[in-house]
């Protein structure tokens, strides 16, 4: 009998943890008093079906994990290879993880308006944010110190991750950051609508750009500029020039970037890939089309030495092909993979033990190489295997490395 009772109890446990869990999907997201909230209209089933990307916020009793869905499911591997997962202003993370506790109190004393919004998730707040890859590796991890600050207790200088809609952490192209990320803490203040006003490094430090904090403006809960700012909270430029960065968006798609040497917007400069304006084009909410601009409007080459970049994807929203165009309309070979087009083929074989293949390649005109082997294996494991020297499919060295 007791056996009975103490299963029920169980069912009953782990069903009550079930129904408190909401689920909800988004193209884009932001934070709310520094818990996650999808911007725009959440996604249907149909609307996931064939996107390339979209965020699941799952929201239990006193967490919330915010995930990153893409098809290859290697968000890591992908932003290695390709320009589509890896030119963006803020880098993605594949999962974080908030603990929360209540905390009434603190609402009740910011005012009115930010008690009766924080009723809408329980008057949480975070104690403890964590960032993970998609092998499930710890990339970062911050908790909430004594003074109230958000400070890093972990992080991973190998894979360098960066917060939420934020470059405060992030770290030039190439190179390693010179400051002690462990220990470094954070102070963030908000609008009336609890979306970030501010955030910025405490005790004056300065990142990687040589700026100590961020300012945020945001349209219909889009975010649509950021300002840089020094210790005084005043706006100034990044070591590249860059003082405010411009975001456009129509349809719920970011449609231009533009870079400002200004507050007002009216100087543009050069930004993070060496042009002064970024547009894109979507189908089905992919990026299809990206093309280059330099400060007079005028088509411009960028570090990667492309002007403009076409992606394809197939009915499941999985990157096949992206393809890279000079200002003439003929192909260029792309700076760092040293070619004009990258195949992504996504090639499921069935291998002894029931094992899936998963291969990606690179193409270069008629040649094709092998870039990745990924065995996703029915006990759960996932085990890769990287060519650091791209070699050619099917030769005896390949199958001698993989």
């Known amino acids: ?10 069912f ?5 943890i079930w129904i408190s869990s909401i689920t909800e999907y988004y193209a884009m997201v932001t934070e709310v008093y520094g818990m996650p909230d999808g911007v725009g209209e959440a996604l249907s089933w149909r609307e996931r079906g064939g996107r390339a990307g979209y965020w699941k916020i799952q929201k239990f009793h006193h967490k919330f994990v915010l995930t990153y869905v893409e098809p290859y499911g290697q968000l890591e591997v992908m932003r290695q290879h390709s320009t589509a997962y890896s030119m963006s202003v803020f880098k993605k993370t594949s999962r974080i993880v908030y603990d929360c506790k209540k905390n009434k109190g603190k609402y ?3 005012g009115e308006e930010a008690f009766s919004l924080a009723e809408d998730f329980g008057f949480l707040e975070p104690v403890r944010v964590s960032y993970y890859g998609s092998d499930g590796k ?13 400070e890093i207790t972990n992080y991973s200088s190998e894979d360098q991750p960066q917060l939420l809609q934020s470059t405060l952490l992030r770290t030039p192209e190439g190179e390693t950051d010179g400051n002690d990320m462990k220990s470094q803490q954070f102070e963030v203040t908000y609008n009336p609508d609890g979306r970030p006003l501010t955030c910025s490094l405490s005790s004056g430090k300065k990142n990687s750009y040589g700026v100590n904090g961020e300012r ?9 500029a950021v300002c840089y700012l020094d210790n005084e909270g005043n706006p100034v430029c990044n070591n590249l020039g860059v003082m405010m960065i411009e975001f456009c968006y129509e349809d719920g798609n970011l449609r231009s970037i533009r870079y400002y040497s200004d507050e007002e917007g009216l100087k543009r400069t050069d930004g993070f890939y060496g042009v002064a304006i970024e547009e894109f084009d979507y189908e089905k909410g992919n990026l299809v089309e990206r093309r280059e601009k330099g400060q007079n409007e005028n088509w411009e080459y960028d570090t990667n030495q492309v002007y403009r970049y076409r992606y394809s994807y197939n009915e499941k929203g999985m990157l096949t092909k992206e393809e890279y165009y000079g200002i003439d309309g003929n192909r260029v070979r792309e700076k760092n993979l040293t070619a004009n087009e990258l195949v992504l083929r996504s090639i499921r ?6 094992c899936g293949l998963y291969l990606m390649m690179l193409k270069e005109r008629r040649r094709t190489k092998a870039l ?5 294996c029915p006990d759960g494991r996932t085990i890769r295997f990287f060519s ?11 199958r001698k490395r993989f």
């Open 1 to 10: 009998m007791g056996t009975v009772i103490g299963t029920l109890l169980l």
């Open 12 to 16: 009953w446990f782990g069903y009550s």
């Open 108 to 110: 009740r004393s910011i």
């Open 138 to 150: 710890l990339h970062m991890e911050m908790e909430r110190n004594r003074s109230g600050r958000m």
């Open 216 to 224: 945020y403006v945001y349209q219909d809960g889009y975010l649509s």
């Open 349 to 354: 074989l069935q291998l002894e033990g029931g």
């Open 372 to 376: 990745f082997l990924s065995y996703n």
């Open 388 to 398: 650091k020297t791209v070699i050619p499919v099917g030769s005896t060295e390949q």
